[in-house]
Nanobody
Framework: QVQLVESGGGSVQPGGSLRLSCAAS????????MGWFRQAPGKEREGVAA????????YYVDSVKGRFTISRDNAKRTVYLQMNSLQPEDTAMYYC??????????????????WGQGTQVTVSS
């Protein structure tokens, strides 16, 4: 089992930025894909972005393309989510997840088996 620990959440005004981090206890074949998901109150959890830890290929949902960037530092076993131009609709609990072994990643929850505890992001004026 891989442990994932998120950090970096907080409160920000609309138009602001935040960077989330997710540190994995170890990398295995089950961490070939690392993803970020979010769940707003009263809504289902949705995938936001994913990255293949070997190839570095990235995947985004349309609602965050051009605003969010996922990246990884394999030496630190850490994945980041840089979030710019944040809007109130981005308010949610953000979760890091790991899945694999996949040659290609997705933002589908079913492909991820290890989950972090989440970090809250609040966008409000």
């Amino acid at each position: 089992q891989v442990q994932l620990v998120e950090s970096g959440g907080g409160s920000v005004q609309p138009g602001g930025s935040l960077r989330l981090s997710c540190a994995a206890s170890r990398y295995t074949s089950s961490t070939s894909c690392m993803g970020w998901f979010r769940q707003a109150p009263g809504k289902e959890r949705e995938g936001v972005a994913a990255i293949h830890t070997s190839s570095g290929n990235t995947y985004y949902v349309d609602s965050v393309k051009g605003r969010f960037t996922i990246s990884r530092d394999n030496a630190k076993r850490t994945v980041y989510l840089q979030m710019n131009s944040l809007q109130p609709e981005d308010t949610a609990m953000y979760y890091c997840a790991a899945g694999g072994p996949w040659a290609r990643c997705s933002t589908a929850e079913v492909d991820y088996k290890s989950w972090g505890q989440g970090t809250q992001v609040t966008v409000s004026s």
